[in-house]
């Protein structure tokens, strides 16, 4: 209670920041995008990770606001960057619940109202949590609709016990995100290497992009590029960066 209240201000207060990790090419070295990752800019605590907090607001109203918020910046930031010459696209995490929530899609409609300026193909959803999913027919409609918009669908984690196949076939997303935990292991466990593979193979038959997260080492982005999959992100590349530094990472990375 006490510490849902105190992230219910940190919201009215401004609290949350965002920071953005790049996704990369592996052929071009092309910067393709950026995840945007929310961090609590904490008073007296600093910068606290996701893990941190928004567990506490699984399943609440405040999720869905901190979620809106999330899109909300996001865009702004784009737009931002836009007009920076940056133009480039932006993902964010979007939780189940608030996909199936009423306001959802007034919301992203309003959202990319307010900024004109950023082509909503450059908005990118990725769906966390999708065994959460209760009534997949709504979700499917849901997602639909935002995607006449112009919107992308990701799924995230994918692979993990909240992501499988049956969202695979029926969801409408454009990309897999092979989860991180076994593109990490895959250099050293040959069952790890065995599921980035499959995961590859199965979005080729799907006709969906892929791309892996987790991206340690240039060895990572080696073993994925010879498998197939041409999109990274990861520590290898970048960690996730505030604001501020982005557009300066990405010049010295040309
Ligand atoms: O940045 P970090 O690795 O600490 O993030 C941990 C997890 O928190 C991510 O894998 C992601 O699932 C979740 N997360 C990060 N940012 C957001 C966000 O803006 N909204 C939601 N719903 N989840 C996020
Ligand atoms: O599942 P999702 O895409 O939301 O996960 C992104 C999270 O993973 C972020 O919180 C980010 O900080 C973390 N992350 C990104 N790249 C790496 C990496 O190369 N190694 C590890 N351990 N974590 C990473």
Redesign the pocket.
């Known amino acids: 209670r006490k510490e849902l209240e105190q992230l219910r201000h940190a919201l009215a207060n401004d609290e949350f920041v ?2 953005y ?1 790049p996704k990369v090419s592996l052929d071009s070295g092309d910067i393709i995008g950026a995840e ?4 609590w800019c904490h008073p007296e605590r600093g910068l606290v ?3 941190a907090f ?1 567990p506490l607001l699984h399943g609440t109203e405040l ?1 869905n606001a ?2 809106e918020w ?1 899109i909300n910046t996001a865009l702004a930031q784009a737009s931002a960057w836009h007009d920076a010459g940056l133009s480039m696209r932006v993902s ?4 189940a619940g ?1 996909l199936l929530a009423p306001t959802f899609y007034s919301d992203l409609a309003r959202a990319l109202q307010c900024h004109t300026n950023v082509p909503p193909e450059h908005l990118e959803l990725e769906v ?1 949590e999708t065994a959460a999913i209760a009534d997949m027919g709504q979700a499917v409609a849901i997602m639909q609709r935002c995607r006449k918009l112009g919107v992308r669908f990701a799924l ?2 994918f692979g993990t016990g909240y992501s499988s196949l049956t969202y695979l076939r029926k969801l409408p997303v454009d990309t897999l995100k092979i989860d991180q935990s076994f593109v990490r292991d895959m250099l050293n466990d040959a069952d790890d290497l065995g599921i980035v593979e499959g995961v590859i193979q199965l979005a080729t038959v799907f006709e969906r992009q892929v791309i892996a997260e987790g991206v340690e080492t240039l060895q990572h982005g080696a073993v994925l590029r010879r498998l197939g999959c041409h999109l990274v992100q990861g520590y290898g590349i970048a960690r ?1 960066l505030a604001a501020e530094a982005f557009p300066s990472w990405c010049r010295q990375w040309q």
């Open positions: 965002l920071y990790q945007a990752l929310i961090r990770p996701p893990g928004l999720e901190v979620d999330v964010v995490n979007v939780s608030y966390l995230d984690d996730p």
